[in-house]
């Protein structure tokens, strides 16, 4: 991470990944030089204050509605995909053809609704309210999850890497690495902080996704920022939780 | 609606708006050649097999995770934000610049969202349930929709409005009508449909998103489909449903 005036910089709730991990593991596959903003201390212009000050910017065009936010000199967007769809496609992380790149967004929106289904396990009725307000509603919800609704996604994903496979890539699309396999890694990365018992039930019958996960975690780049400070550990406030009374049994 | 090769093919549920409808939003706009395949008959090929078939193809490069799914000969997409896009780019319903391209992006993922959210009002426990079967726990997300969410996302429209207004701008986004219009008026529509009460309440404040959603229904293509058959009603089975017990009162 750099500070001077080429950097990105990134607006995010400084304490959990959540959906800026999805934004940072780009960043950090690709090199990119960036200033995770609201991580800064206060007096340097950071914590949550910087957030709540892009949000209420009225001179960048279109205002944002939620962090993560990216600036990239004048230009403030937000929203996830489009964020990693944006530097994915300055850094050569998406794919060459014009067909593979919106097939590759499509993947990615499925990954970001793979992720708002783990959010609303634990946070079925409102974001705004704690788990613990809202603990009968997380748990019928988190079963139905568990039952059909991970297996449907982790089987989506293990055919698209196959069916990729019959062709000789080893990415879910294309021949190279690309990000919407980063933000698979940080799916599959999530799920077995917050349901471990579940993910290992599941695991042989989804060997390419599995696979996959470690082989972006040895990508050089990304196994350097999971071993540095700039990884945030999981933790309770984020998208991938770990309550036991949730998980499947052992 | 004609059949030739050179036509679009939709493939999505034959019995609701849901999330294709603002896929024909786009292709009406533009009076794009489109065949709504799962609505033809089952002996030429429609019904809900069709998009069986579909979802199960393995000769389309990326197998696709749900419906709406849109082919344009060889290549099939799914993700109604994605499908918007690629249809919209072509038919010159995106802004020019590639900035606000990215800009417009966000806002189509951020109206999804909160399409995404106002079902999961009648389903916030599972999709694969009856909603008579989450009543509780659905007027329970209900009532902190209303209070809450409605508005900071009816407020957030309407301050993007009102910030491109002040640049000359009728529309979300730049000079002209793009496709995100099309998405807010039919989320406006299905709230209007759903929460009557509700909406009533919030519209002085939000005039100017009002006035989007009427502006949007005048437009010749758009009111001639709104007209036409091709427009299912709406109902319950779809993401906008009217639950009289779930509206504010009246």
């Not at 690495?177 to 989804?206: K, W």
Request: with cysteine; proline share 5%.
């Amino acid at each position: 991470m750099s500070n001077d005036d080429t950097s990105y910089r990134l607006y995010y709730w400084p304490g959990i990944q959540g959906r800026g991990e999805f934004v940072r593991l780009v960043l950090e596959d690709a090199r990119a030089s960036y200033v995770d903003v609201a991580r800064l201390p206060e007096g340097e212009g950071g914590g949550a204050a910087a957030i709540v000050d892009a949000l209420q910017r009225t001179d960048i065009g279109t205002p944002t509605y939620a962090p993560p936010i990216l600036q990239d000199g004048e230009l403030f967007m937000a929203q996830t995909a489009t964020i990693c769809r944006y530097v994915a496609q300055r850094h050569g992380l998406t794919p060459d053809a014009v067909e593979d790149r919106f097939r590759a967004d499509a993947l990615q929106l499925t990954i970001a609704d793979f992720a708002d289904e783990v959010h609303d396990t634990h946070h079925p009725i409102a974001g705004a309210l704690y788990y613990e307000e809202q603990k009968p509603e997380a748990a019928r919800r988190t079963s139905v999850f568990l039952e059909q609704r991970l297996p449907k996604y982790l089987g989506y994903f293990e055919r698209v890497l196959a069916q990729n496979a019959a062709s000789g890539g080893r990415w879910l699309i294309g021949s190279d690495c690309t990000y919407v396999d980063l933000s698979l890694f940080q799916v599959i990365a999530g799920l077995e902080y917050a349901f471990p018992n579940a993910m290992r039930a599941l695991e042989s019958e989804h060997s390419r996704v599995i696979e996959l996960h470690a082989r972006v975690a040895d990508r050089p780049n990304i196994a350097a920022y999971l071993a540095s400070d700039r990884r945030i550990p999981f933790n309770e406030h984020g998208i991938f939780r770990h309550y036991a009374e949730l998980d499947a049994d052992g």
